[in-house]
């Protein structure tokens, strides 16, 4: 079994910071490509950025790119957002995933095989 705990939200002006931050418990973390997604209200969720197992390889929404930095720590089996430069438009909650492959093809995501996703942790951006 495999838990995603996340942590590291909550409400922040336009432009300032939040690191969100995805604990793993149970399975080998390594062998998990691991995803940041987010839902607005009344909106699908949508995918943010994705890291490879070993980190050598990530890959942003357009929305985000340049803003926000996907990273991973394999030995503290955790997952981190680093978001800078935040607006309103980021409000949404946000949920860390596991799986054992995440694909984005600039329109849309897919995840496959095993996979696991968070509880989910709310930002709110005010204006």
């Known amino acids: 079994q495999v838990q995603l705990v996340e942590s590291g939200g909550g409400l922040v002006q336009a432009g300032g910071s939040l690191r969100l931050s995805c604990a793993v418990l149970?399975?080998?973390?390594?062998?998990?490509?691991m995803g940041w997604f987010r839902q607005a209200p009344g909106k699908e969720r949508e995918f943010v950025a994705t890291?490879?197992?070993?980190?050598?390889?990530?890959v942003y929404a357009d929305s985000v790119k340049g803003r926000f930095t996907i990273s991973r720590d394999n030995a503290k089996n955790a997952e981190y957002l680093q978001m800078n430069r935040l607006k309103p438009e980021d409000t949404a909650v946000y949920y860390c995933?596991?799986?054992?492959?995440?694909?984005?093809?600039?329109?849309?995501?897919?995840?496959?095989?095993?996979?696991?996703w968070g509880q989910g942790t709310q930002v709110t951006v005010s204006s």
């Open positions: 149970g399975r080998t973390f390594s062998m998990y490509a």
């Open positions: 995933a596991a799986s054992s492959s995440i694909y984005y093809s600039g329109t849309y995501y897919h995840l496959a095989g095993d996979t696991y």
């Open positions: 890291i490879s197992g070993d980190g050598s390889s990530t």
